[in-house]
């Protein structure tokens, strides 16, 4: 018997993830940390580091949103950060969906109310950064010093880098910060009129 949704309905519902939803903000630090745990374990490393991303994302002047099953677990959740241009563009940073329920649509779906929640706040552009630290697309190790739009134009994905996940949402490469993250670790810019 199968459980799934209806085309037109989502198995989980999005909700505006505030810092005094203790239970909720405690999943959300959880999956923070084990979604980003395998390539880039230095981003949130303990829990510890995991709530204090919560709590920064929690303020008003940020968006801050989970995607909750029936049960009101938080399956993931995405944030926004306002970068000024008269509130024009905003920062999707970050985007956590719990490792066992990847590949449902939950990504798909936060990424979509957070380009919602943008543009009722008047914005037109969503950015983000993605880094490249393991060499899972070609740019890693790559001197993108010399012809960096080349070699953007040539980008391939070798081992599921989130840059193909966001393209398929519509985001484009809009340039690249070489050496970042040290030599041959860049960051990949990405952005989307909404």
């Known amino acids: 018997m199968s459980t799934s949704a209806a085309p037109d309905q989502q198995p989980f519902r999005m909700i505006d993830l505030t810092?005094?939803?203790?239970?909720?903000?405690?999943?959300?630090?959880?999956?923070?940390t084990e979604a980003f745990r395998d390539h880039w374990p230095d981003a949130w490393p303990t829990?510890?580091?995991?709530?204090?991303?919560?709590?920064?994302?929690?303020t008003p002047d940020r968006i801050c949103r989970a995607a909750?099953?029936?049960k009101g677990r938080v399956l993931g959740w995405i944030g926004g950060i306002e970068l000024g241009y008269d509130g024009r563009v905003w920062e999707l940073h970050?985007?956590?969906?719990d490792p066992a329920q990847q590949g449902r649509g939950i990504g798909r779906a936060l990424v979509a109310d957070l380009e919602a929640?943008?543009?009722?706040r008047g914005g037109s552009v969503v950015y983000l950064g993605t880094d490249d630290e393991d060499g899972m697309t070609t740019l890693a190790g790559a001197d993108l010093w010399?012809?960096?739009w080349a070699q953007i134009q040539a980008i391939r994905?070798?081992?599921r880098?989130?840059?193909?996940?966001?393209?398929?949402?519509?985001?484009?490469?809009?340039?690249?910060?070489?050496?970042?993250?040290?030599?041959?670790k860049p960051d990949i810019f990405m952005a989307k009129r909404v």
Not at 19 to 32: F, K, S, T, V
Not at 47 to 58: K, N, P
Not at 161 to 183: K, M, S, T, W
Request: some cysteine.
């Open 94 to 97: 970050p985007l956590a969906v």
């Open 157 to 159: 994905d070798l081992k």
């Open 161 to 184: 880098h989130p840059f193909a996940f966001y393209q398929r949402l519509g985001y484009q490469i809009v340039g690249v910060l070489p050496d970042a993250n040290g030599d041959g």
């Open 117 to 120: 929640q943008v543009r009722a």
């Open 47 to 58: 829990l510890d580091d995991a709530r204090e991303e919560v709590r920064a994302m929690g």
């Open 19 to 32: 810092l005094d939803q203790e239970a909720a903000c405690e999943g959300a630090a959880r999956i923070l």
């Open 68 to 70: 909750l099953d029936d």
């Open 146 to 148: 010399r012809d960096p």
